[in-house]
């Protein structure tokens, strides 16, 4: 079964997992919004996904 932390990463998009678009979807969808995927710019079958709120650095968490 596919597992997050041993997918491959993307060393131009600061080494995140590389997932396929549909993983990618479940991935926000089970997140309830927290997540955000996008297209990695380089290959374009390829997909990340990022926490805006996680990573924006920690102080001040909205909400
Ligand atoms: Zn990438």
Redesign the pocket.
């Known amino acids: 079964m596919w597992n997050y932390s041993n997918a491959p990463r ?1 060393t ?2 600061a080494h ?1 997992a590389i997932v396929t678009k549909h993983q990618a979807q479940r991935l926000v969808n089970s997140s309830g919004g927290r997540l955000v995927a996008y297209q ?1 710019p ?2 374009l079958s ?1 997909w ?1 996904v990022w926490a805006p709120e996680f990573e924006r650095g920690g102080g001040s968490a909205s909400r």
């Open positions: 993307c131009v998009c995140r990695c380089i290959e390829s990340h």
